[in-house]
């Protein structure tokens, strides 16, 4: 696993985490919780793409 992955969702998540508290102190609940989705779909999407090239890595490894 590559270690610059580990870094970007951790970035991304304390950035998250931070503009999340900023918006809760700041009476914007809703904004604070469409700003905690959004980050948790551009993490999902990083994923996904390093699952796939998992798959086809795996694909490639046995001739498919």
């Known amino acids: 696993m ?3 992955l580990i870094f970007k969702i ?5 950035l998250v985490a931070v503009l999340n508290q900023l ?3 700041s009476g914007r609940e809703e904004q604070a919780m469409m700003t905690n ?6 993490v ?3 994923l996904l793409q390093e699952i ?3 798959f086809d890595m ?5 001739g498919f």
Do not use: N, W, Y
């Not at 989705?37 to 551009?42: D, F, P, Q, S």
């Open 2 to 4: 590559q270690v610059d």
């Open 10 to 14: 951790a970035a991304i998540g304390i």
């Open 23 to 25: 918006l809760i102190r």
């Open 37 to 42: 989705l959004a980050g948790l779909i551009v």
């Open 44 to 46: 999902l999407m990083i």
């Open 52 to 54: 796939k090239k998992l």
């Open 58 to 62: 795996v694909k490639s490894l046995f």
